[in-house]
């Protein structure tokens, strides 16, 4: 049996509430998290895979989708737990999700510093704290753009750069759906570029975006936002 669960990850900070939407991908060799929420979301993670009646303890692998603290600021949690499960990433964003090299985002947030006012600066210098406190994990397994998996009855991996350079996708051709992570977001049921004001490369984010959709693709997967039915869009236009 192949299944892909998308969970719905609720949570609140301060007055606003919000959903990610990580998924699973289970067949009979694999259960693979895809991107595992902020930091201290393992507990919240796990109980949204119990109410779909499945046991983190079968984990396999977590992929990440890019180095981002709300894709994958509960990883070392997780490895520290299950520490048989594998982690899995691009090649060019594994050297910021093993501490390798700096966060690009905490670069990003560094920088904007100088150009904020005395009241936006205390909330970029509490960002650039949460960004700091973010746990490095080392890769065990690097994926690159257009290579199949044998996850789900064949998952390709979609090169996405963009919102960061090494961001990844997934496709599951069997299934006609695409994991998107933050190569598009769902908005009033269309795919936009997740949070543009921090997007790295607008021009290549809106590349990977056409890049997905002209997939064959039934159903998208958007960590923020949840679930898009192409087909749906298309009758609705006619």
């Known amino acids: 049996m192949e299944n892909i669960i998308v969970l719905n ?3 609140k900070f301060g007055d606003m509430e919000d959903t990610i939407h990580p998924v699973v991908l289970r067949d009979k ?5 895809v991107d595992c929420g902020y930091t201290g979301f393992m507990s919240i993670i796990e109980d949204a895979m119990r109410t779909e009646n499945l046991d983190c303890n079968k984990l396999t692998k977590i992929v990440i989708t890019h180095h981002d603290h709300d894709h994958m600021g509960a990883l070392a949690d997780f490895k520290h737990k299950y520490p048989d499960v594998k982690i899995v990433a691009s090649e060019i964003e594994a050297p910021y999700i093993s501490g390798e090299k700096k966060s690009l985002r905490l670069e990003q947030a560094e ?3 100088s150009t904020l006012n005395e ?6 210098r509490a960002f650039c704290d949460i960004l700091k406190s973010v746990k490095t994990v080392e890769v065990d397994e690097f994926v690159h753009d257009g290579e199949v998996m044998n996850w789900c009855g064949g998952c390709e991996i979609v090169g996405t750069p963009g919102h960061t350079p090494g961001h990844i996708s997934l496709y599951i051709k069997n299934k006609k759906t695409l994991i ?3 190569a598009a977001a769902l908005e009033n049921n269309q795919l936009v570029i ?12 809106n590349k990977s975006i056409s890049k997905i959709l002209d997939y064959d693709a039934d159903t998208y997967i958007c960590y ?3 679930v898009y039915k192409k087909h749906k869009h298309k009758a609705d236009l006619c």
């Open 9 to 11: 990850v609720n949570y």
């Open 224 to 226: 923020h936002g949840g």
């Open 194 to 205: 997740a949070n543009p004001q921090f997007t790295l490369d607008v021009e290549s984010a």
């Open 111 to 113: 920088s904007l510093q």
């Open 29 to 33: 060799n694999e259960m693979i998290l």
């Open 180 to 182: 998107t992570g933050d």
């Open 119 to 124: 009241e936006q600066k205390q909330f970029g």
